[in-house]
């Protein structure tokens, strides 16, 4: 035995990850500025910050994604890394990566995901049986129970999330390493838990602390301050692309990851909302359940004339409430809308009945749910409106392409050409053109979901202000985002969802950025002890 071992004294820390004034700017505004971080071999660190801190930035820039500055520097088990990485540069090093879509293939099997990357040849040949010998002898060796001929589609999202940790560890060579085996790599989770349930995110870190124990090192990336204090050994925040703090978990408290993630600790003055209590109610939406979070018994109301904010963390569900209330959902849901008097019932409710009860959806996914990419602008805007654009029972080219360019001018859309291709459009302009057709259509009450998600300065003003012509004209917004700056200047209220549930409503000077974040993280929910 070693002397170490013999006087109970723990081996010297290995650095596996090490990185020294790490810069990354774009258009000349640093996204990470003279970032230093170092991840030890079993070690489960935390990198915390809010949107936009940079987090996204630096696993970006692990995989080979973004090019740093020169001058920034890198290190991996000791030994430098020429940067940038170049595409699967990573893989050589060391280093494996879990989504927060995990990045599995449903309609494969367990096994087939596993060797996906990998599959070993003998004379040219796969040979079937050793590659399910080692899948095995991999999941048994994590402790993962899970059949390897299940498909995918058949697990639930939990055991999905442990196919696709286990996939990484043994991409790192950990699965087979024996106790007390030093073992190397780097193991990045970029928010695997969001879509996990209780017990799905206990079965993931139970893992994680195994692959930690097997001596790699692991860098989790997370909102959810309750896990990253109950799970990781050492915590790094980012702020504004800056490293504001680094220190070992469990010498932090919650209150301190707030203040570090959010700049201040203080409270903003609340004062009572300055709007009218007799405006009249546009839609009540009434005990909405079901989704993939799920939302659980899900009620309020939005008034006419209101920018309604809907926000919370990944996963949290806030972001599933407009396509359950307007059909664009797979999953099953219960409940009801009920718009000027009207209910719709969402169960198995499809958008064009949506449509007809005055709802209008504008999806965060704009090539894909938004428009269609290969058709002109013109018909992209006026497809919900081809009433207008009849001549006796026959449409009119002519008349969908002159009702289009008033829209293109009302709305600003660029190249002022209703038939130029929608897909060649900016996503400003994009989301402008979409923000046409949909106000087109009146809709008493109109869902967006991340309206200006790639979207530049000038043109959110704009989208701003069409959404502020809607409420004047007594429509509502619901307005669900994860930027908290923007919620704060847009809306009247803001709705906070945690893990499926509405915990809170912020009403009139309490819509402040800095509150919508406590309350996302659930800082507010704490007491000190003894109260």
């Avoid at 020169?70 to 030994?79: I, L």
């Avoid at 950990?174 to 695997?192: C, K, T």
């Avoid at 504004?240 to 990851?257: F, I, Q, R």
């Amino acid at each position: 035995m070693s002397g170490s071992e013999t006087s109970g004294e723990p081996p010297p820390a290995r650095d596996v990850l090490r990185l020294r004034g790490l810069t990354k700017k774009f258009a000349g505004i640093a996204a990470l500025d003279s970032v230093d971080l170092c991840v030890q071999a079993g070690e489960v660190h935390a990198l915390l910050g809010h949107n936009g801190s940079g987090k996204s930035t630096l696993i970006k820039t692990l995989a080979g994604y973004h090019a740093p500055e020169p001058g920034s520097v890198m290190e991996f088990d000791g030994k430098p890394v020429e940067l940038p990485l170049v595409p699967g540069r990573f893989r050589e090093l060391g280093i494996a990566f879990v989504h927060q879509d995990l990045a599995l293939v449903p309609s494969l099997t367990v096994f087939e995901n596993m060797r996906i990357l990998d599959w070993s040849t003998r004379g040219g040949r796969i040979r079937w049986k050793d590659e399910h010998d080692r899948v095995r002898a991999d999941l048994a060796a994590l402790g993962v129970d899970v059949d390897p001929d299940a498909t995918v589609a058949e697990l639930s999202q939990g055991e999905r999330a442990l196919i696709a940790v286990a996939r990484a560890a043994s991409d790192l060579g950990l699965a087979g390493a024996g106790p007390g085996r030093q073992s190397s790599g780097l193991l990045v989770l970029d928010e695997p838990t969001v879509f996990l349930s209780e017990a799905g995110r206990e079965r993931l870190f139970a893992l994680v602390h195994r692959v930690a124990a097997l001596g790699a090192g692991v860098l989790f990336v997370s909102h959810d301050l309750d896990e990253v204090l109950e799970n990781t050994d050492v915590v790094t925040v980012l702020r504004d692309g800056k490293v504001v703090g680094n220190k070992a978990t469990s010498a932090t408290t919650h209150d301190e990851l707030v203040q570090l993630i959010i700049g201040r600790a203080e409270l903003p003055t609340v004062r009572r909302s300055s709007r009218s209590s007799d405006t009249s109610v546009v839609a009540r939406v009434e005990s909405v359940s079901g989704g993939a979070t799920p939302l659980e018994d899900v009620s309020f109301e939005i008034h006419s004339g209101e920018i309604l904010g809907v926000t919370g963390l990944l996963g949290s569900g806030f972001n599933e409430l407009p396509y359950l209330l307007f059909g664009g959902a797979s999953a099953d849901v219960e409940g009801r809308v009920v718009i000027d008097g009207k209910t719709l019932r969402l169960a198995g409710v499809r958008p064009a009945k949506a449509i007809d009860f005055g709802l209008a959806l504008i999806p965060s996914n704009r090539p894909r749910d938004g428009g269609i990419l290969t058709l002109p602008v013109a018909d992209n805007i006026m497809m919900l409106s081809l009433d207008k654009c009849r001549t006796g029972m026959r449409l009119s080219t002519r008349r969908i392409t002159e009702a289009a360019a008033v829209q293109t001018e009302t709305f600003d859309v660029k190249p002022r050409d209703a038939r130029a291709q929608y897909g060649r459009l900016s996503g400003g302009n994009q989301q402008k053109a979409l923000v046409a057709k949909w106000l087109l259509r009146e809709p008493r009450l109109l869902l967006l979901d991340e309206p200006t998600q790639g979207v530049d300065v000038g043109a959110r003003h704009q989208i701003v202000e069409q959404l502020r012509k809607l409420c004047k004209a007594g429509g509502a917004v619901m307005y669900c985002s994860a930027d908290h700056a923007e919620l704060a200047e847009v809306c009247h209220r803001v709705l906070i969802f945690r893990r499926g549930r509405l915990v809170r409503t912020l009403i009139g000077d309490e819509v402040d950025k800095e509150l919508i974040t406590r309350e996302c993280i659930g800082v507010a929910d704490r007491r000190p002890q003894g109260e």
